[in-house]
T-cell receptor, first 114, second 111 residues
Framework: KAGVTQTPRYLIKTRGQQVTLSCSPI?????VSWYQQTPGQGLQFLFE???????NKGNFPGRFSGRQFSNSRSEMNVSTLELGDSALYLC?????????????FGNGTRLTVT | KQEVTQIPAALSVPEGENLVLNCSFT??????LQWFRQDPGKGLTSLLL?????REQTSGRLNASLDKSSGRSTLYIAASQPGDSATYLC??????????FGTGTSLTVIP
């Protein structure tokens, strides 16, 4: 079974631009969540989608948004980029049909804002 | 709000040594706890998942324990190898379905 796939692996953007990151979950997984990882803050939860609906949201500004498609693939968008948005963005999927199912992560997208 | 702490932040041991990594959390109302390893610049690889009703889980040289009432989990690594060098993170899944991560322990195993 293929793992969680994130594209692109690396991105360099300029302040004020916007960016879209993509995540394809493991086949059969309907829950997709996004995390931001920085050296100072560690892993912080952005949001979770399940069956095309946002189920949970972390404490990030409205510039961070996401969506999920009917095939469970998810995209995350960041508008009006700031220098502080430079981070590793990780996507994770979960089976979610049993009470306890582990998170499976992709290799992330490294975003650098200049 | 759930807070997850991992101590120590960094650990360096000689090859072959047994070691213990610690994870503590403030709210004992959790569904499960998961241990991950992360290699530099990569995503997280799941190591072990312990359900809230379980006390421990084992996989090869790894053993994870959970004491929900005291808000603690440990990851025991037996006979450490240089390939075990990585950052180890724990995450707890709260009743709101959200996962909370610790800041990790950076492990270096010296050949």
């Amino acid at each position: 079974k293929a793992g969680v796939t994130q594209t692109p692996r690396y991105l360099i953007k300029t302040r004020g631009q916007q960016v879209t990151l993509s995540c394809s979950p493991i086949s059969g997984h309907r829950s997709v969540s996004w995390y931001q990882q920085t050296p100072g803050q560690g892993l912080q939860f952005l949001f979770e989608y399940f069956s095309e609906t946002q189920r949970n949201k972390g404490n990030f500004p409205g510039r961070f948004s996401g969506r999920q498609f009917s095939n469970s693939r998810s995209e995350m968008n960041v508008s009006t980029l700031e220098l502080g948005d430079s981070a590793l963005y990780l996507c994770a999927s979960r089976f979610d049909r049993v009470p306890v199912s582990p998170l499976h992560f992709g290799n992330g997208t490294r975003l650098t804002v200049t | 709000k759930q807070e997850v702490t991992q101590i120590p932040a960094a650990l360096s041991v000689p090859e072959g040594e047994n070691l213990v990594l610690n994870c503590s959390f403030t709210d004992s109302a959790i569904y499960n706890l998961q241990w991950f390893r992360q290699d530099p610049g990569k995503g997280l690889t799941s190591l072990l998942l312990i359900q809230s009703s379980q006390r421990e889980q084992t996989s090869g040289r790894l053993n994870a324990s959970l004491d929900k009432s005291s808000g603690r989990s440990t990851l025991y690594i037996a006979a450490s190898q240089p390939g075990d060098s990585a950052t180890y993170l724990c995450a707890v899944r709260g009743t709101g379905n959200q996962f909370y991560f610790g800041t990790g322990t950076s492990l270096t195993v010296i050949p």
